[in-house]
């Protein structure tokens, strides 16, 4: 097997490399990303010397070298690369429609060249967009999104992730190519870069600096630990029915301002008593900030046998521990750049 695996080198892609790379001994994966703010090497250090492992640098959008890649006769594709943080696309949403839906255009028409054989497509291939729960809009305190809610999205982010999810459905209906289309609830784990969340609010914790929750913190998000999100791509990848959605859960749901008291909690009893919840700041709520999401997986249960493993609890004591025993590359990824983006999103908030 020959896996395309696109932003690989983010949080969630360098995830999925390690777990299949270790899981399938027999399997090739190239690794294409363009190495934006948010794609980061180190990440993938442990498999950069591992004979099976491809790493090639550049854009999804580059039509001659995606036609280039999959003249190598590509199996899977699994596509995560995309820009991914709400509040960026807020500020600036072009560069979401480029990379988001033109970079999947551009790797779905390559597919199609390679893969199309007149009246069917080749054996065997498949296109996984990684997708996400955002593309259903908002709840309020009751009901999930099923694979069947209507779109309803609301940001410059998941506006651009629900455009690509019907283009990648529209080559299944149009051409009956073979796709999959995931959507996920928010992941967490190691290698997240600190614009979100969890990550953001264990770095101010270890600098001591505010931690700012937006609005009344009472939004709701449903977390998933990355590792069985890569459990439930690799299922969907070898057995997913073609052109079947699948939703990925959690099943965890929890408001904002109970997780930054749990991280701050996590800190003060583990690494430095001083720190406390009058770090806390309460600050300009996001624009459009979607309320809840909550995620029926029912399906991917019914069909594929999967269903979250990690208890919260768990995951994310070996989150917070993960980055305190990898404060460089902590360190490293929250230079330069990190702090110009931090001043612009929250100096006036
Ligand atoms: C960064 C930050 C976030 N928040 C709030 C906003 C949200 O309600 C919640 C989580 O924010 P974020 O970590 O940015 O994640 P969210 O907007 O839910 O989106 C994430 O989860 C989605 C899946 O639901 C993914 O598709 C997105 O790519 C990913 O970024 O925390 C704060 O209160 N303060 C903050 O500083």
Request: charged share 25%; glycine share 6%.
């Amino acid at each position: 097997m020959k896996i395309l695996v696109t932003g690989g080198a983010g949080f969630i892609g360098s995830n999925f490399i390690k777990y299949m790379l270790s899981k399938y001994k027999g399997y090739k994966i190239i690794n294409l990303d363009k190495l934006t703010y948010a794609g980061n090497l180190e990440n993938l250090k442990d498999v950069e010397d591992n004979p099976n492992y491809t790493f090639i640098k550049g854009d999804i959008c580059d039509k001659e070298l995606v036609e280039e890649i999959f003249s190598q006769d590509i199996d899977y594709v699994v596509n995560f690369a995309a820009e991914s943080h709400v509040d960026r696309s807020i500020i600036d949403p072009e560069i979401f429609v480029k990379t988001n839906v033109l970079g999947t255009v551009t790797l779905l028409n390559a597919a199609k060249k390679a893969w199309d054989e007149g009246d069917s497509f080749k054996e065997g291939k498949k296109f996984l967009q990684v997708s996400t729960d955002e593309v259903y809009g908002s709840l309020g305190e009751t009901g999930y999104f099923t694979e069947t809610t209507p779109l309803d999205p609301h940001s410059p982010y998941s506006s651009s992730k629900a455009a690509a999810d019907l283009i990648v459905k529209a080559y299944y209906d149009t051409y009956k190519m073979p796709v999959n289309i995931t959507r996920c609830s928010n992941n967490y784990g190691p290698y997240q870069f600190p614009e979100k969340l969890i990550p953001l609010m264990v770095n101010n914790c270890l600098n001591k600096k505010p931690l700012p929750v937006y609005g009344d913190g009472l939004n709701v998000r449903d977390w998933l630990y990355v590792e069985d999100h890569c459990k439930a791509i690799d299922l969907v990848l070898h057995k997913g029915r073609i052109g079947a959605v699948y939703n990925i859960g959690g099943n965890n749901e929890k408001t904002n301002i109970e997780i930054v008291k749990l991280i701050v909690s996590y800190i003060h009893d583990n690494v430095d008593p001083t720190v406390d919840e009058s770090l806390i700041t309460y600050v300009a709520d996001r624009k459009g900030h979607d309320r809840r999401y909550a995620i029926d997986a029912t399906k991917i249960k019914e069909e594929l046998g999967w269903y979250p493993e990690t208890k919260f609890e768990d995951g994310i004591k070996k989150t917070i521990e993960w980055y305190l025993q990898n404060r460089e590359w902590l360190k490293n990824v929250t230079s330069g750049e990190y702090q110009k983006y931090y001043e612009k999103m929250y100096s006036n908030r």
